[in-house]
């Protein structure tokens, strides 16, 4: 997906970024030498800071009530989720600018890591800053968030009637406004039930389109045209109407065309049909709309109500809904005309302020559009959007259907600055109790002194960060501060800072300078003071969005941003193919409430995030997929069908939280994969630490109770304290869970660390496999070609390491293992397909049957590879047989294989009797030392395989799933 706004000269304005030059240098840059001795590591724990973030925060309070800020901190590690280390605890400061300048403060004193509310009284009309931060018991401090409320009085949110213009016919008259629209005739037909929900509606649509066209001929009006295209019937269940989920009280259509039938539907146009007089006055009802709206605000009027109708406007007249404008569609219709392009956007608000549009239908042109005469797949062909400095705006109760491009969008729109340059950095920071420099390892502070009084001037806040590209984090972590002077360079304050996050300016702040965590010169990192224009406490509210092409709803940049009980249905057929799509806004895109919305038939993907930082996706309906890129996300309560979270690192995906999403009806993946063994993270992990510090080494940590679920987490991803059951397919990295009555169809990179497996089956193709500290019962692993399988600490009871026939030399490891079969071997494999299988400190019980069964002894072109099977310090106790056993279905057949067996301190007799068949063994070693079967008995591995308390750690931790 791409950005229609993004400048084209966005390169050539980079390397023009400038600061501000001033003479003389300030106190700041004088340099505490004492402060040399005491050099800051680069991995010193005074680098980890807290995280803190907010809830959604309810942008408008009416006087005389109170303003909610709910938030969530915790400390670097996350430990309360984690660890389960619930000892952390933090000082909160809540600053409040009043609307008249008064500032309150509110510090509540350790607080512990999870969620929390504070409310502050509204008690005058204007706008409150908030500012929000948390300080742990090292004195180390978060960044500082920032938000706005808006006080309002009761009477004042009542649009009067006086402010209100009731739009008349001879209004519209007037203004030269058609709500008559050409006549439109649709006439829809179902296809067969086998191609309802494929991906492809087949070519032939097309053609059958043109017959029921042919067929209805008559029915085309003379001066209008006839839409022939292939759909069913609305569900009953489409709008709930009761406010749970999705879009209610709202027009629910008959008919509900399918996916990709833009194309193979059929538009007939009558014999009368001018396009030319239809395309003249679609550009004059949206230009008298306009006008209409102008003279409404000019004239005092904060509301304007339309007589209902069909408004046909032009791709060429947007409507621009005025700030502090509510249009009130009043069940009208407006519909963009068809055309040949590939831009167009019907209603529009652009830097607007407590401006709204509802009630009514916004309509494309997705079966008129001329596809054909159009370039770049009209992907940009949009509804309705919020572009700039746009704040406390919405569109609520609203259908958006039938959209060529995306149904819904928002983003930034210009930019308060492109960008104020950082440069001459040096080490160090600045003291913040004498303003002076403090030279210190890992962090670095820019020399020059930024000129930010315009900024100060036009909106109160600055950000630091890349400008634009794919964003991401720039430096080594995304905190940084901000130390701000006067015009005589004399040192105010300091404020902690977030990359891409606006702060707020001090009210005599002239410049500043940033401090950064980097290992390396930071000048070449593209960060620098800038601040754009992008929407901030507005909200799209129970939108019906149908047929949106390309995005059902496409949100940019945006902040505090409330998107609540929309219904997506058949959106994202072609090109960026998402129902819901938050990509283009980057890192711009911050906390962001997605809540309540309902995702139905969409044919790809539903609702999708490839960046942004804080969303917070609560008690929808939906298949989820979010990037790596996407940080601090917060899962929970939701509806899921399928999922995909991403993770990478905590410095790539910060700290996500996903809870209570039990209802997974698909496949779940979590954490990126990479080729490492998850096992060194699970580890770490274990040990409760995670060093050095900024180490991005981490793992999503996900707990739940599954049954019938495909879970497939990768090496970035472990289940903790969760249960399996009847697991469908995927792979699993389980620590201290359980896993039961499941099939795994590739177990090739499962990693099982301290959990319970029974009843378990599995295949390794070409793969590795680690399972440590685990219990496995009734459990058998298909070990096929050239698998590579390590087994430590566990504990095997009547399981089974086995491979088919024709498998290439196998990589078996048994450390520290106990094995008690009742009557089968622990491995069972053809003799040509022995590699390297060795027993190291372990207790091999399998009653009658040999510890390893050669099943298949003829030749095979791997033969020329040499096998050996290792016993080295193992107990072999409680055989009636060979520990390495022979057989075959041809009685003939003769083990070819070179195969050495050599048992390194083992106990390899029963009763003075070798426990090796002498006819598979071309090397014996004799034994180090022997000692009776009692003896062995009294060896049974305290230290040895699965540990008890690790089950009882289990069983503490599955009770927190009931």
Not at 312 to 333: E, F, H, Q, W, Y
Request: aromatic fraction near 10%; proline fraction near 5%; charge should be positive.
């Amino acid at each position: 997906m791409k950005l229609k706004s993004l400048p084209l000269l966005l390169m050539a304005l980079l390397p023009s970024l400038v600061s501000a030059q001033v003479p003389a240098p300030a106190e700041a840059d004088k340099v505490d030498e004492a402060s040399q001795q005491k050099a800051v590591s680069p991995f010193s724990r005074d680098l980890e800071v807290p995280y803190i973030s907010t809830y959604y925060i309810e942008p408008v309070v009416t006087i005389g009530g109170m303003a909610k800020v709910p938030f969530y901190v915790t400390d670097w590690h996350q430990s309360e989720i984690r660890f389960g280390d619930k000892s952390h605890r933090f000082n909160i400061t809540l600053d409040v600018i009043t609307p008249s300048g008064k500032v309150f403060k509110f510090t509540p004193k350790n607080r512990p890591a999870g969620d929390h509310e504070l409310r502050f009284p509204v008690r005058e009309p204007g706008i409150y800053k908030i500012s929000l931060q948390a300080i742990d018991a090292r004195e180390r401090r978060s960044n500082v968030l920032i938000h706005e409320v808006w006080g309002r009085t009761e009477e004042e949110q009542k649009i009067p009637a006086a402010q209100t213009m009731t739009v008349s016919q001879s209004d519209l008259e007037k203004y030269g406004i058609s709500n008559k629209d050409v006549p439109v005739v649709m006439i829809p037909y179902e296809i067969p039930a086998t191609v309802k929900e494929i991906n492809a509606l087949p070519v032939p649509l097309a053609k059958q389109s043109e017959e029921i066209a042919a067929k209805n001929a008559d029915k085309v009006p003379a001066n209008g045209y006839m839409i022939v295209t292939a759909a069913h019937k609305a569900p009953a269940n489409l709008l709930k109407n009761d406010g749970s989920c999705g879009a209610y009280n709202l027009p629910t259509p008959e008919w509900i065309p399918y996916a990709w039938t833009c194309k193979t539907g059929k538009v007939v146009y009558g014999k009368d049909y001018n396009a030319e007089k239809v395309e003249a006055d679609a550009v004059k009802t949206g230009t008298g709309l306009n006008k209409l709206l102008a003279d409404a605000k000019a004239a005092g009027m904060r509301k304007v109500v339309l007589p209902k109708g069909i408004y046909r406007v032009s791709n060429k007249t947007t409507i621009n809904i005025p700030s502090g404008m509510t249009l009130d569609l009043n069940g009208a219709t407006i519909k963009l005309n068809q055309f040949a392009g590939s831009g167009a956007l019907i209603i529009r608000m652009v830097h607007c302020y407590d401006s709204h549009v509802m009630n009514g239908i916004v309509e494309g042109d997705y079966f008129e559009h001329y596809y054909d005469k159009s370039p770049n797949n009209s992907e940009w062909v949009c509804g309705i959007g919020i572009e700039g400095d746009s704040r406390y705006c919405s569109y609520k109760n609203l259908v958006v259907r039938h959209i060529t491009g995306y149904g819904v969008t928002n983003g930034f729109k210009d930019g308060f600055s492109w960008g104020i340059g950082l440069k001459d950095y040096k080490r160090g920071t600045i003291d913040r109790r004498t303003g002076t420099s403090k030279f210190a390892l890992g962090v670095w502070t820019s020399g020059n002194y930024a000129n930010i009084s315009k900024l100060r001037d036009s909106v109160g806040y600055l950000t630091a960060s890349k400008i634009l590209g794919y964003q991401g984090r720039a430096l080594r972590s995304w905190n940084l501060e901000f130390h701000f002077f006067d015009k005589q360079r004399k040192y105010l304050e300091t404020i902690e800072g977030w990359q891409y996050r606006r702060t707020r300016i001090p009210k005599n702040a002239e410049f500043v300078r940033v401090t950064v965590v980097s290992d390396t010169d930071p000048s070449k990192s593209g960060v620098a003071v800038n601040m754009f224009k992008i929407p901030w406490n507005c909200a799209f509210e129970n939108l019906f969005i149908q047929n949106a092409r390309c995005v059902g709803m496409a949100p940019s940049a945006m902040f505090n941003m409330k998107i609540a009980n929309c219904s997506f249905v058949r959106c994202g057929e072609s090109s960026a193919t998402c129902a819901f799509d938050a990509e283009d806004g980057w890192d711009m895109m911050q906390d962001v409430w997605i809540y309540r919305n309902r995702f139905l038939m969409n044919p790809r993907n539903e609702l999708l995030t490839c960046a942004g930082h804080n969303f917070i996706i609560e008690e929808n309906e939906a298949s989820i997929h979010l990037w790596s890129r996407t940080a601090g996300y917060v899962i929970r309560n939701n509806k899921v069908r399928s999922a995909s979270y991403g993770f990478r690192s905590r410095g790539r995906t910060l700290l996500p939280r996903i809870e209570n999403n039990n209802t997974y009806t698909g496949s779940l993946r979590f954490g990126d994969s990479e080729k490492e063994s998850a096992i060194p993270r699970m580890r770490k992990f274990q040990q409760g630490v995670n060093a050095p510090a900024l180490d991005e080494d981490w793992a999503l940590v996900l707990r739940g109770k599954f049954e019938n679920r495909a879970i497939n987490p990768g090496t970035r991803g472990f289940l903790y304290g969760s249960s399996v059951t009847k697991g469908t397919g995927g792979s699993y990295n389980l620590f201290y869970s359980e896993l039961n009555d499941t099939t795994i169809t590739h177990m090739g990179g499962v990693n099982l660390l301290n959990s319970r497996l029974n009843n378990v089956k599995g295949t390794v193709y070409q793969a590795s496999l680690a399972i440590e500290g685990c219990y496995l019962k009734n459990v058998e692993i298909n070990a096929s070609n050239g698998a590579q399988l390590t087994f430590r600490n566990c504990t095997f009871e009547n399981s089974s390491i086995i491979s088919g026939y024709w498998i290439s030399p196998l990589k078996i490891k048994f450390i520290n293992c106990v094995i008690k079969n009742t009557d089968k071997p622990i491995v069972r494999t053809a003799s040509y397909s022995v590699g390297n299988i060795e027993f190291e400190n372990c207790l091999i019980e399998t009653g009658k049957s040999p510890a390893i069964y050669l099943y298949d002894l003829r030749a095979q072109k791997t033969d020329s590879q040499p096998g050996t099977i290792r016993f080295n310090k193992c107990d072999l106790v409680n055989s009636d047989g060979y520990f390495v056993g022979m057989g075959d279905r041809n009685p003939a057949a003769k083990n070819v294989k070179v195969i050495t067996v050599e048992a390194l301190g083992s106990v390899l007799t029963k009763d003075g009797k070798p426990m090796l068949n002498p006819e598979c063994v071309v090397k014996t070693p004799a034994p180090a030392w022997k000692i009776n079967v009692s003896e062995a008995r009294t060896l049974e591995m305290i230290h040895r395989g699965w540990d008890e308390a690790t089950g009882k750690k289990i069983d503490e931790l599955l009770k927190d799933l009931q």
